[in-house]
Nanobody, 125 residues
Framework: QVQLVESGGGLVQAGGSLRLSCAAS????????TGWFRQAPGKEREFVAG????????RYADSVKGRFTISRDNAKDSVYLQMNSLKPEDTAVYYC??????????????????WGQGTQVTVSS
């Protein structure tokens, strides 16, 4: 079992930055891949970024490349999403999720068995 809790969301102006955190408990975070997803009102949940258990491999959605950075600190059982140059279209509930299967970092949300409750990010224009 994996429990995930996100924090760090809030209201920010366009061009600003936020850092989201995902704290894990239960199974140690260093044993699985972690992804960040987001869901805007009326839209499907979409992949944002993912990171391997070691942190050596990352993957990003095209819409956030060059602006967002995913990282992890296994000693703290935490994964982070640094979001810079935020745009109004980044407004969504952001979720972290754990993929405990073997393989590469995937954007396929069906592979992620464990999810946090989400944190709201609102970017004003």
């Amino acid at each position: 079992q994996v429990q995930l809790v996100e924090s760090g969301g809030g209201l920010v102006q366009a061009g600003g930055s936020l850092r989201l955190s995902c704290a894990a408990s239960g199974r140690t975070v260093s044993s699985y891949k972690t992804g960040w997803f987001r869901q805007a009102p009326g839209k499907e949940r979409e992949f944002v970024a993912g990171i391997s258990w070691s942190g050596g491999s990352t993957r990003y959605a095209d819409s956030v490349k060059g602006r967002f950075t995913i990282s992890r600190d296994n000693a703290k059982d935490s994964v982070y999403l640094q979001m810079n140059s935020l745009k109004p279209e980044d407004t969504a509930v952001y979720y972290c999720a754990a993929d405990v299967t073997v393989g590469v970092v995937t954007p396929n949300l069906g592979r992620y068995a464990y999810w946090g409750q989400g944190t709201q990010v609102t970017v004003s224009s």
